[in-house]
């Protein structure tokens, strides 16, 4: 069955930079997109970005450019989300989700990853 | 900077129906936005229900449907069940990017 399974929560320091990672199995990896998708406690949802893990290539939200980047491993199947500069609304529960391509679909995701900003 | 409008809080009684919508900033929702739905409940990841305007997934309930409706993407539920009680969320395409709807909570009562 198709599951997405993301790393562990992590709490960094102001400044520092997390690298988030979703593993992939029970589907060609390289044959679906990886969007990957933020929420702060008690907020909506906010898109940051996707990448094409066949390809590499990557598109990313306006408000995240230059301090995010979206890169794969096809490998381990596996993509991976860097955030830098961290700030403390940055804290947030990060998904990545997967889709095919074609009509936008979001259709599989994963468990969420907690990442904790505090000094 | 493009903002989706969704209702903040709608309710709706056990059997009855009730429709959602959402709104771009930008102008008259079309289907070359893909409005996309999803259903979220506390402490779960986001589940897709509805995509490019009306398909639906294998999982999505029958009496969950997707439509065009004065300019808006419109989420319809008929039938309502309390398990449909959550918060729930558009997507939209705008030519490589997305950009999520405000959300609307939905108190079945």
């Known amino acids: 069955q198709v599951q997405l399974v993301q790393s562990g929560a992590e709490v960094m320091q102001p400044g520092a930079s997390v690298k988030v990672s979703c593993r992939a199995s029970?589907?060609?990896?390289?044959?679906?997109?990886i969007h990957w998708v933020r929420q702060a406690p008690g907020q909506g949802l906010e898109w940051m970005g996707w990448?094409?893990?066949?390809?590499?290539?990557?598109n990313y939200a306006q408000k995240f450019q230059g301090r995010v980047t979206m890169t794969g491993d096809t490998s381990i199947s596996t993509v991976f989300m860097e955030l830098s500069s961290l700030r403390s609304d940055d804290t947030a529960l990060y998904y990545c989700?997967?889709?095919?391509?074609?009509?936008?679909?979001?259709?599989?995701w994963g468990q969420g990853t907690l990442v904790t900003v505090s000094s | 900077q493009t903002v989706v409008t969704q209702e903040p809080s709608l309710t709706v009684s056990p059997g009855g129906t009730v429709t959602l919508t959402c709104a771009s900033s930008?102008?008259?929702?079309?289907?070359?936005?893909?409005p996309n739905w999803f259903q979220q409940k506390p402490g779960q990841a986001p589940r897709e229900l509805i995509y490019s305007t009306s398909n639906k997934h294998s999982w999505t309930p029958a009496r969950f449907s997707g439509s065009l409706l004065g300019g808006k993407a419109a989420l319809t539920l008929s039938g309502v069940q309390p398990e449909d009680e959550a918060e729930y969320y558009c997507?939209?395409?705008?030519?490589?990017?997305?950009?999520f709807g405000t959300g609307t909570k939905v108190t079945v009562l």
């Open positions: 990448i094409n893990p066949n390809s590499g290539g990557t």
């Open positions: 930008t102008g008259a929702v079309t289907s070359g936005y893909f």
């Open positions: 029970g589907y060609p990896f390289t044959g679906y997109y």
């Open positions: 997507l939209l395409y705008y030519g490589g990017a997305y950009v």
């Open positions: 989700a997967r889709d095919p391509g074609g009509n936008p679909t979001f259709d599989y």
